[in-house]
């Protein structure tokens, strides 16, 4: 598919279009946006696999925040981004332990890595982490799958 013009896409597109509909005058479509992940310098076709011997939780590492100020750190700033935590030391925690570096992606998302959906859904965990650090009072979403 890289490998053709747009015009040839666009006329394989319209052939396949007018078989599955069974109309033969369905008119063309007027335009074609593709990827070329194949061919993308900085991608090459690649996507993130789980390797033999990895578990779910080496996926949930990719997506921990830095600086990641050790495991306590992270038990701690759970509940602050789950909306579950209001006491004054969760207060202490939004103002002193900022958040630098945040990670999205498909590789990042325990149940739909490798996907387009795992990474639109990590890419929203994310935005609703930086929601919360902005406004701790703001009404989140929850965890999307």
Partial sequence: METLTDEEVLLSLTQVL???????????????????????PYTRGSYSYVAVGSTGEDIDRLARPLPEDGAEAQ?????????RCASSSCVHLRENLRLQILFAGEATHRTFYSTTHGALLSGWREADRLIALQDP?????GPQL
């Fill in 75 to 83: 038990a701690l700033w759970t509940p602050v981004l789950r909306g």
């Fill in 137 to 141: 009072q703001a009404q989140l979403p």
């Fill in 18 to 40: 007018r078989r599955v509909t069974g109309n033969a005058r369905l008119p063309a479509p007027r335009s074609v946006l593709r990827s070329r992940w194949h061919s993308a």
